[in-house]
C-alpha cells in the first residue's frame, strides 16, 4: 500500500486537479504533505514499537492508513485532501519500519536474505507497478478508486498480522525524548520539503535557502542534543557499525537513482516520446519483472560470492545501466530500451535486497528498533534528495540551453550525474570486510580475508 500510494497519486494529480477546480502545481501539496507527514513520524516508530510492541503498532498503522485512504477519497477540496494525505503519512510512517522490525526479531539471522528478498519486492514493485495502475484507474474509472483500494487491502493486513504474528515485545522501553522529537521533526520536515521546493521551483530562492538552513539547524542542534540524551529518539551511534553505515550512506547514494528514476521515465516517455501516461507506465513496468526473477536467485548470489562482492560489482552494474538510461531516444528499438529496463530491475533488486540485509547482520537485538527506524528515515530523505536533485539538473540543462522544451539530451545529462552519484556509493562497500555480514549470507571466507577485517567502528 504504502509504496504503490506514493507513485500512483502522482499519475492521478492532473485529473484530480481538474476535479477540484485546482491547479496541478497546488495539488502537488498531496504529495509534499504526505512525505512531510512521513518524516516527521517516522523516528517515533521504534519507540512506539519498543513501547507498546510491534504486532499492535503495525495493526494500528495500517488502520490509520486505511482511514487516511478513505478520507483521501471522499475528498472534495484541497484542504480535505491534504489533512488526508497527513493522515496517511502517519500510519505510512510506522507501517513500513514497524513492518520491518517484525521480521528482524523473528527471523534467524541465517534466514534474513530470503526474507529480506520477500520484503525488498514491494518496494521495487510500488514506483514501477503505480504509473500504470494509477493511469488505468483514472481512465477507467474516478480517480477516487485509487485511495479505495488500499481499504480491502488493509484489512486482509490487520486479519493476517493478528493471526501469524506473535506479540514481539522490547525487553526494556525507555521514556520519549520530546526534545530529540521536536528537532528531528523540525529538521526532517524541513529537509524533506526544503528538497521538494527546490526541484520543483514552487518557492523563491530566498525562502528554499530560509527552509534548508533551518532544517540543517535543528539537525544540528539534533547531533548536540544527541550526546547529552539517555535514551535519544534517533540513536546515530548506530553508525558506528560499519555493515549499518555502508547500507545507509552507500545505499543512500544510490537510493537517490531509484527516487530519480521514476520521475525521470515519466517524464522521458511522455515529453520526448510522445507517449501517454498509461503506455509510459506500462514500459517502465518490465523492471518490475525483472525485480520478481532476482527474488529466487539473491540467496545463492549472496552465498556464493558475499555481500561485499555482491555490493560492490552489482552496484557497478546497476549505476551502469541508469547512467546507459540516458541513451535512449526517440526511434530507440523498444526491444532494447525493455531489456535495458529489465535487466536494471534485477540489478536494483539484488542491490537493495544486499543492502537492506547486510544493515541488520551486526545488528544486536536489543538496537534493531533504533536501526529501523533510522535507516528508514534516512532512505527517506535520500529518495526526497534524488527527485529533487534530477530536477534541479532537468532546470538547469534547460538554462544552460536557454530552451523551455525539454529534449533527449536534458535527460542524459542528468542520468549520467545521477550514475555518478550511483557509483560513488561503490566507495563504502570497499570499505566493508571481505567476510561482512557472514553470518547471514553463509558467504564462506578464508583467514587471509580475515586479517584484513576492519574494526567494527572503523
Known sequence: MQTLDSTVIATALPVIARAMHESPIR????????????????????????????????????????????????????????????????????????????????????????????????????????????????????????FFINVPIAVLGVVATSLYIPDVRAIESFPLDFRGFFLTALGLAGLVFGCEIVGRRVAPVSVMAGVLAGALLCLGLYLFHH???????????????????????????????????????????QLVFGLDPFASGLITFVSAIGALFMKFTVAPIVRRFGFRNVLIVNGALSALLLTGYGLFRPGFPYSLILMTLLAGGFF???????????????????????????????????????????????????????????????????????????????????????????????????????????ALGD
Open 27 to 146: 495539488l502537488n501539496l498531496a504529495i509534499t504533505s504526505y512525505l512531510l507527514s512521513l518524516a516527521v513520524f517516522i523516528p517515533l516508530s521504534g519507540w512506539m514499537a519498543d513501547r507498546y510492541g510491534a504486532r499492535m503498532v503495525f495493526r494500528i498503522a495500517i488502520a490509520i492508513f486505511a482511514l487516511g485512504s478513505i478520507l483521501c477519497g471522499i475528498s472534495e477540496s484541497l484542504l480535505q485532501l491534504v489533512a488526508a494525505r497527513i493522515i496517511q503519512g502517519m500510519g505510512g510512517a510506522m507501517m513500513v519500519p514497524v513492518g520491518r522490525l517484525l521480521v528482524l526479531r523473528i527471523v534467524p539471522k541465517s534466514n534474513l536474505v530470503d526474507a529480506m528478498s520477500y520484503l525488498t519486492v514491494p518496494a521495487v514493485l510500488g514506483p514501477v507497478v503505480g504509473p500504470p495502475l494509477g493511469g488505468f484507474i483514472v481512465t477507467y474509472y474516478s480517480w477516487r478508486w485509487i
Open 227 to 269: 550526546g547529552r540524551a539517555r535514551h535519544p529518539i534517533i540513536d546515530l551511534t548506530l553508525m558506528r557499525i560499519h555493515t549499518f553505515r555502508a547500507s545507509v550512506l552507500g545505499g543512500g547514494l544510490s537510493r537517490m537513482g531509484i527516487g530519480a528514476l521514476p520521475f525521470l521515465l515519466a517524464m522521458l516517455f
Open 348 to 454: 536494483r533488486s539484488l542491490q537493495f535486497t544486499s543492502l537492506n540485509t547486510v544493515a541488520y547482520a551486526d545488528v544486536s537485538q536489543e538496537l534493531m528498533s533504533a536501526a529501523s527506524t533510522l535507516s528508514s528515515m534516512a532512505q527517506q530523505v535520500f529518495l526526497s534528495l534524488g527527485v529533487s536533485i534530477a530536477a534541479l539538473a532537468l532546470q538547469l540543462s534547460l538554462r544552460f540551453r536557454h530552451a523551455s522544451v525539454l529534449e533527449a539530451r536534458d535527460f542524459s545529462y542528468t542520468f549520467i550525474l545521477i550514475g555518478i552519484l550511483s557509483f560513488a556509493s561503490l566507495l563504502f562497500y570497499m570499505r566493508l570486510a571481505p567476510h561482512a555480514g557472514a553470518e547471514v549470507s553463509g558467504h564462506r571466507y578464508s583467514a587471509i580475508d580475515a586479517d584484513a577485517e576492519p
